[in-house]
């Protein structure tokens, strides 16, 4: 079975402080694919990243930055200099196939 | 279209009625997946559809949902009987492939009274 488990229910920060979001998974699969999802209070979820399991390279896009260690089965996402509208639930996320597990969401609270 | 298109967006229904819920998904995606999001469960798989393929319904919480998908574009999810646990925002997602990123419509909140 799969499991995807977000430890934080609730990250606030000061305006351009850095945030990190941990998630940890579990899979028996050899081939999978890690994702981050971004909710805003409208309701949509938006992609930001995926990865998949035979690439820990780990990248920086503009202000975000993941940390894929397969060792430790753990897939940090890091936004830099967070900003108001990062306020937002992020939701890190397992697949294949389609057949998303997510994880129970962090909310994330930006105050200027 | 240019997104994901779920209609209706708000839906209340009385327990017991059936609903239908709709999803157009992005033009040449041909993966198509629904989800449910409510507070208790947070994020579940329900349904998903990949081309041709016969759809993989393993995440359906019971025989009273169903969903299908025509012509390979639009699906409908149909909750028959409703009950009051069904209350939920429905999510559609559609990804260009089986392991692309899913691009999700803004959902169909169910409200069943």
């Known amino acids: 079975a799969q499991k995807v488990t977000q430890a934080q229910t609730e990250i606030s920060v000061v305006e351009k402080e850095d945030v990190t979001l941990d998630c940890v998974y579990e899979t028996r699969d050899t081939t999978y694919y890690l994702f981050w999802y971004k909710q805003p209070p409208s309701g949509e979820l938006v992609f930001l990243i995926r990865r998949n399991s035979f690439d820990e390279q780990n990248e920086i896009s503009g202000r975000y930055s993941w940390n894929f260690q397969k060792s430790t089965s753990s897939f940090n996402f890091t936004i830099t200099a967070s900003q108001v509208v990062d306020s937002a639930v992020y939701f890190c996320?397992?697949?294949?196939?389609?057949?998303?597990?997510f994880g129970a969401g962090t909310q994330v609270v930006v105050t200027p | 279209g240019a997104g994901v298109s779920q209609s209706p967006s708000n839906k209340v229904t009385e327990k017991g009625k059936d609903v239908e819920l709709r999803c157009d998904p992005i033009s040449g995606h041909t993966a198509l997946y629904w989800y449910r999001q409510s507070l208790g469960q947070g994020l579940e798989f329900l349904i998903y559809f990949q081309g041709n393929s016969a759809p993989d319904k393993s995440g359906l919480p019971s025989d009273r949902f169903s969903a299908e998908r025509t012509g390979g574009s639009v699906s409908t999810l149909t909750i028959q009987r409703t009950q009051q646990e069904d209350s939920a925002v429905y999510l559609c997602?559609?990804?260009?492939?089986?392991?692309?990123?899913?691009?999700f419509g803004q959902g169909t909140r169910l409200t069943v009274v």
């Open positions: 996320a397992l697949g294949y196939w389609g057949k998303l597990q």
């Open positions: 997602a559609s990804s260009l492939d089986t392991v692309g990123e899913a691009f």
